[in-house]
């Protein structure tokens, strides 16, 4: 099963791609994480990569597009892969199609999260990190034992600069606009499924669980068309 999880920053694609790696027993990949590995690792690819990071430009499409395409070859995801965030544009959804088609893969279904940019803004703002042990919490849903401290190792807590209103807002505005046609373009295609994520972790968990059952036949082939999951808003 190949199949792809997108969503605003904040919408909870973290938490359900977790999730479903345990369910189905197929690694995840996050562009972040594979980005920061390369470059770790030093390897070719993480090179070119580390040049734009480090002057705090963008990296480019080929850039991204070569790291998916290497992990993807990688033992562990021949049998399937979540990609969490990726594609980001629609040059990466058609570099994502055409080394998939080399391989005689496909993606079974680019699945949506949809969260209210109120509930986003709240999740975000809300969030404190422990900058000794790297501890996350949320005031509203996770708070600390002692308000502000971390109760892992006492540290006191603090709201990350990209964390803030005026900053998510902007993360926001800037995800809409660059994703749009990719939304789209996925509906176009008959891959798309709209998630409603503004409930509990295991009630949206279960509705991607169910778009996904209900995106393979029992004969294997895919069903077409835009889903919009019951029990949202």
């Known amino acids: 099963m190949r199949f792809v999880l997108l969503g605003a920053p904040g919408c909870g694609k ?20 594979i980005l920061r590995a390369a470059i770790a690792a030093g390897t070719p690819t993480g090179e ?21 395409e290497h992990r993807i070859d990688q033992g562990d995801a021949t049998a399937g892969f979540i990609l969490d965030g990726f594609p980001r544009s629609i040059p990466q959804a058609e570099g994502l199609e055409g080394f998939l088609g080399q391989r005689g893969w496909k993606l079974d279904r680019v699945l949506k999260i949809d969260v209210q940019k109120k509930a986003i803004l709240e999740r975000m703002t809300s969030r404190r990190v ?26 006191g807590l603090i709201q990350r600069d ?3 209103e005026e900053t998510v807002r902007k993360r926001l505005n800037v995800y809409e606009s660059a994703t749009a046609p990719l ?35 029992p004969s294997g082939t895919q069903s077409g068309g835009r889903t919009q999951n019951p029990g949202g808003r």
């Open 14 to 33: 973290g938490t359900q791609s977790a999730l479903l790696q345990k369910k189905y027993g197929i690694p995840g990949i996050s562009t972040g994480d």
């Open 48 to 68: 070119k990569a580390k040049t734009y990071v480090t002057t705090g430009a963008l990296v480019p499409d080929e850039v991204i597009l070569e790291l998916v």
């Open 130 to 155: 422990c900058p000794g042990c790297g501890a996350v919490f949320n005031v509203l849903t996770q708070p600390p034992q002692k308000s502000g401290i971390c109760d892992a190792c006492g540290t």
């Open 162 to 164: 990209d964390d803030t």
């Open 183 to 217: 939304i789209d373009y996925y509906d176009a295609k008959g891959l798309l499924s709209i998630i409603h994520g503004d409930g509990q972790v295991d009630q949206v968990f279960n509705q991607i669980v169910e778009a996904l059952a209900r995106a393979i036949s």
